[in-house]
């Protein structure tokens, strides 16, 4: 059984709005042929086509540009432009996108002396001899044959940056396109994964790649139960064709098992299983307040060193603690509570309580708490003395 998908046999599919788009955009391309180069708008660097299960894969959009601060010189300087060869060898440069046939060959050219290329993580893994990159004296060529739909994804040329042998990317002039490797039987790009787990996060947008092998596709969202499409405003969740879904700002009823359906001509398909686990994320790292039950102990006396946050509510502080005793292998007793705070709307209380028992010599010296959130952490210190009371407590 091949997992999730769904076959339907009738069903005649309108040239959706996404199609007539993509026949103006390609037409553009044309006419653009012979003119300036433009430099396409960045984009994100694809994922992994083998999703990682049971991972959270939302760490936001992984940043290909480092950008580095160099000066161009004047050789980095001369126009890069990035070219497809077809057949006959025609040339024509690329715009944003590209679509190549599944099990057609990909070749593109980028002017420079050298360039590098960045390819699909897929295929940066095991590309089985498929791919194959060229530097010639003026350009740098790179060739995919016996392509699939897998193959769909970002493809970059980076000029290179030289001052003698020591060569460097150049962020800046990076040329990009995006290729579509249209599979008459595979509408997604294939995931060994049934499912792919995503953190939902208050302040962070979270995207669903559900990546389509063709820009003709026409791609609705679903959640499993209650089983229904879900609404694409554009606003609150957006659809591109090359990044996939995008819910702008999650909030908890977003969370749940979710996959998206493309349809094209008489074929219809689901997209691997999106998790969404809603995690409340909160606005800023915790600011914890310390305090000991008295900054000087008598020997033999307990003490009890409390640690507060106070902050929005069901976010989860982790609390770290560095002692004097540790030094000696004393144990550590803490008690951890939470408390709302009352009459403040969606405010709580965290603290973490660090008890020490007849205090020793040893237990004089610096108490740091450390509290952590998914924000960030912050650690504050206090000291505490140990004196000698004139009473001995035990003979
Ligand atoms: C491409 O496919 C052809 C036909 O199946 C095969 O003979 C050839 O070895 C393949 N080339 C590569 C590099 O995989």
Redo the contacts with the bound molecule.
Sequence with gaps: MSLGKVFVAKGTLVLSTLLICAVILELAHCQKDGQEQRTPSPGRKPKANKAKAGKATNKGPRAVTAKPKVKATAAAQAQSVLTQVLNRGKFKKVGATLSVQAGDTLELRCRGRPVQWGVPTYLEEDD???LSIIQHERYGSLTL??STGADTGEYTCYPMYCEDTDCRKDYDKALKVFVFFPDPQELFVPSSDYYEAIQLRTNWPTVLPCQVTSPEAKVTLHREFPPLEVAVDGSEISFSVTKGFTIHRPRPHHAGALYCVASLGNLRQSSTKYMLIYVNYPMAPPAPVIQASSSSVALGENLRVTCVVMGEQNVVVDFAWEYPGQQIGRPLYTQESTSQVAGGAARQQVQSVLLVDEMREVDQGLYTCTAENLQGAKSVSTTVKVVTKAKPKKP
């Design positions: 089985e001899g498929r044959v016996n």
